[in-house]
C-alpha cells in the first residue's frame, strides 16, 4: 500500500530527477530502432546527461565504455528528427 506521499510523488508532473528515470542500453535501443549498435553509439555518445562508464583506449588496450541513455534524451532525440 502506497502512502500519500509517494502517491503525491508518482502523480506529480514534473520531470524525475535524472537518477530516478529510466534509463536504456544500446542494444535495447538499436533494437526498437532497427539500427546498428554502432549507429547508436554515434548518436549518444557525448552528449550531456549520457551516463559513460568505461576506460580511455591505450596503445596496447581497447576501449571499454558501457553507455546508458536517459529516457528523456532519448525522447528529445526522436522529436529532433521529427522537425526535419
Known amino acids: 500500500m502506497k502512502t500519500n506521499t509517494e502517491r ?3 502523480s506529480t508532473t514534473a520531470p524525475l530527477p535524472l537518477e530516478l528515470e529510466k534509463h536504456y542500453t544500446v542494444a535495447e535501443i538499436a533494437g526498437a530502432w532497427n539500427l ?7 548518436l549518444f555518445e557525448g552528449l550531456p546527461g549520457v ?3 568505461g576506460r580511455a583506449e591505450s596503445t596496447t588496450k581497447r576501449r571499454y565504455l558501457t553507455i546508458r541513455i536517459p529516457r528523456r534524451l532519448l525522447c528529445g532525440v526522436v522529436d529532433l528528427s521529427k522537425k526535419d
Open 36 to 42: 546498428s549498435p554502432t549507429t547508436v553509439r554515434r
Open 51 to 53: 551516463i559513460q562508464i
Open 8 to 10: 503525491d510523488f508518482l
